[in-house]
């Protein structure tokens, strides 16, 4: 299973951006999916997450500003940021919790990462 991310690119602050995440491979199901991201000086932190059946949960600092979906049927997630500021600059990873055989359970993927920056 992989997990390929896709647009990234350079904004002005308060641009926008949309990240898309396509998963391939074999999998019998995806649970959470979600995107995180990461600086040189800071952890890999969640920005958000999404159930499989549409539930969010939002870091404090991107509320208001970005919004994840995805799709089922295609087994994609997305990121759709607007308002970027120049602290948005980060790596940006997408990560799944998907089971790839009956009754083993949930394993988590990631992206290989994609860069955004934006410039104040």
């Known amino acids: 299973v992989q997990l390929q991310a896709s647009g990234r690119g350079s904004v002005q602050a308060g641009g926008s951006l949309r990240l898309s995440c396509r998963t391939s491979?074999?999998?019998?199901?995806?649970?959470?999916m979600a995107w995180f991201r990461q600086t040189p000086v800071n952890q890999r932190d969640l920005v958000a997450r999404?159930?499989?059946?549409?539930?969010?949960v939002y870091a404090d600092f991107v509320k208001g500003r970005f919004t994840i979906s995805r799709d089922n049927a295609k087994n994609t997630v997305n990121l759709q940021m607007n308002d970027l500021k120049a602290e948005d600059t980060a790596v940006y990873y997408c990560?799944?919790?998907?089971?790839?055989?009956w009754g083993k359970g949930y394993d988590d993927y990631w992206g290989q990462g994609t860069l955004v920056t934006v410039s104040s």
């Open positions: 999404i159930s499989r059946g549409g539930d969010t």
């Open positions: 990560n799944a919790a998907i089971a790839t055989e």
């Open positions: 491979g074999r999998l019998i199901k995806i649970s959470t």
